[in-house]
């Protein structure tokens, strides 16, 4: 099963398409290719387009309000469905780069619809014949003015969705698993990979959101952010000799959909009580197919087992029975989903922070000082502050320290680094509830404005939350996931950050709805635009007593999912101990495969001898 596996995992090819099957396994460009150096490309991608990207999170909600007129709630809607739809359309941009074109080329042809919906955005902001007039508050986009703002908004969700859902894995490819040494750099890469974006969102929400929310010069900042991002794209497609590159190859949602058909359709046969007597391709077969690799059978939702029942008298088809590989792609995919679902909640609690703790701020004191005014839209610096020196101390202190003890390559597991976020999240909402009543009392009581720097409980907290939860399910989802699916998988951590926007849309309408019936006021918690009369500070308190139900939830699903391999690195492993040795150093491997390939007569004579020794040969 190992050498199945590594077989597998080493079965890349590069853009000329020599794959590892017909090219030496351990040629030159195999050894040269990859590692940090590839992904340093993906690194400053993934921070030059995370200027516009993030500073447009949080800035947005104010271009909204005070540039196209909308009111408090619709422009934190808008917002919320625009992110949201972002994140989803990312599972696009996974299956294209699993099934159909090249992850990298994915991202390029995303990138193509990013730029030009940072263009048109660009124009509008730029033109005022296509804003509603400055000092008419009451008018809104009409017309073919509303037509180009919500053209603009599409191309933009479809870029910015596209590219995150292929971007992950093209760093994540550069590093192959079934190699020790590899397998930490692969855990060190996410956490890289996310101080890049944090190093780029702190530029945004500072110098763009500056420019932007103080300066007014909103087509300027939009400019600038376009300018960024072409840079990345093209930086990024330098890096094309550089990067390990797989060749997409079946559709994986076919494939899904073909065991649960499968398992319908034989529901009627008995399982075996050996598993060993389930479908299984010969090694044969699996030489034949492309990246690849066999998984052990697992007792969890046996009823798909069914597909992998092979009927007396009938002949292995795609349609009438399943490898047992297959169906175990099914369970991964199946177990995953509670976990995905039971983080859902906190990326709720996250737009509470694009939107309503941003307008917290400007009914704040925002002086830093006694000339310089903090824009209320880059608070969300406080959080990227945490998470930039966090970061480094976490990757290169708390997980070796920790490694020590668990053997593993990232410290502690996927889901336990999950489970810490949810925790944290729920914290932060309980203390931006505090800071509410805060806030109010003091500007209602005293006509006093406290500190915008309260905001930074919420906020840091929340920062460290979102250190340890996203880049724990970005690494659980492509470390758990079939080798064929790992964009897609990748992109699930993106899906759960759509559904929690989403679920804020619903709450904040359902929640005003509720309250209003119930209130003497009729009006609902949050409706209106004066924050210093809706009460705020109750749909925090809500959300943090829904985050605590929902961690419950998490534990239950962490506790029921069953990994589908430990990786270790310490302790009783003593084969992975002389794999990481033998291959700590690809110069060296390379000079070996040179020497051993410099002189064939050297081979022939070796050869010549073992024959003319007896006693070298065995014996019967």
């Known amino acids: 099963m190992a050498a199945v596996d590594e077989k597998s995992m080493a079965m890349e090819v590069d853009e000329a398409g020599a794959s590892g099957e017909h090219a030496p396994p351990q040629s030159s460009w195999r050894l040269r290719k990859g590692g940090y150096r590839a992904t340093m490309f993906v690194f400053v991608m993934s921070g030059l387009d995370s200027v516009g990207f993030v500073a447009n999170m949080v800035g947005l909600v104010i271009y909204f309000i005070v540039v196209l007129h909308f009111d408090l709630a619709e422009a934190s809607t808008t917002l919320t469905n625009f992110m949201g739809a972002t994140f989803l359309i990312s599972l696009l941009g996974g299956f294209i780069s699993d099934t159909y074109m090249t992850r990298l080329n994915t991202v390029l042809v995303f990138g193509i619809f990013e730029i030009l919906g940072y263009g048109l955005l660009t124009v509008q902001a730029h033109k005022s014949s296509l804003r509603p007039p400055a000092t008419c508050f009451t008018c809104p986009l009409r017309g073919g003015n509303l037509r180009l703002f919500e053209t603009t908004l599409c191309l933009l969700a479809v870029g910015f969705g596209g590219t995150r859902g292929a971007l992950p894995a093209l760093g994540a490819d550069q590093f192959d698993k079934s190699n020790p040494k590899e397998a930490r750099q692969l855990t060190s890469y996410f956490n890289w990979l996310l101080l890049s974006v944090t190093v780029g969102a702190s530029i945004g929400v500072t110098f763009i959101v500056w420019l932007s929310t103080e300066k007014n010069r909103w087509a300027l900042a939009f400019f600038i952010c376009m300018v960024l991002t072409v840079a990345g794209f093209i930086c990024l497609a330098a890096g094309k000799p550089f990067y390990r590159v797989r060749v997409p190859g079946d559709s994986p949602m076919l494939k899904l959909i073909q065991v649960v058909i499968v398992s319908i359709r034989n529901r009627k046969l ?272 809500f959300l943090s007593i829904l985050s605590c139900l929902n961690f419950g939830v998490y534990l239950l699903c962490a506790t029921w999912y069953k990994y589908r391999r430990d990786y270790k690195i310490n302790g009783t492993d003593d084969q992975l101990k002389q794999l990481q040795q033998s291959q700590n150093d690809p110069d060296d491997q390379l000079k070996q495969l040179q020497q051993s390939h410099n002189d064939p007569d050297d081979q022939l004579k070796q050869l010549q001898q073992s024959q003319n020794d007896p006693d070298d040969q065995p014996r019967t």
């Open 270 to 541: 008995p399982l075996p009580d050996n598993a060993d007597e389930l479908y299984e391709m010969d090694e044969k077969d699996q030489s034949k197919i492309k990246h690849e690799e066999v998984l052990d059978h697992t007792s969890q939702l046996r009823f798909f087992d069914k597909a992998a029942v092979l009927a007396a008298g009938t002949s292995p088809e795609p349609w009438k029975v399943c490898p047992v590989t297959q169906v175990e792609e099914l369970k991964i995919i199946i177990r995953m989903l509670p976990i995905l679902a039971s983080t859902v909640v906190m990326n709720t609690c996250l737009a509470q922070l694009q939107t309503f703790s941003v307008e917290q701020g400007r009914m704040m004191d925002l002086s830093l000082g006694h000339s310089f005014k903090v824009p209320p839209a880059s608070i969300p610096v406080i959080p990227l502050v945490f998470m930039s020196f966090l970061l480094p101390l976490y990757n290169m202190l708390f997980v070796p320290f920790v490694r020590r003890f668990t053997g593993r390559p990232s410290g502690i597991s996927h889901l336990q680094r999950v489970g810490i976020g949810l925790v944290l999240s729920a914290a932060s909402m309980a203390i931006a509830a505090v800071v509410e009543v805060k806030r109010r009392n003091a500007f209602v009581h005293h006509n006093e404005q406290i500190s915008l720097f309260w905001l930074s409980f919420q906020y840091g907290i929340f920062g460290i939350a979102d250190m340890f939860t996203l880049v724990g399910l970005m690494e659980f989802f492509y470390s758990e996931a079939p080798t064929g699916m790992r964009s897609l998988s990748t992109s699930l951590s993106y899906l759960s950050l759509s559904l929690g926007y989403f679920l804020n849309t619903v709450l904040v309408q359902a929640i005003n709805a509720v309250t209003a019936r119930l209130a003497r006021s009729h009006r609902g918690w949050i409706e209106g635009t004066d924050l210093n009369i809706i009460n705020l500070d109750l749909f925090y308190w």
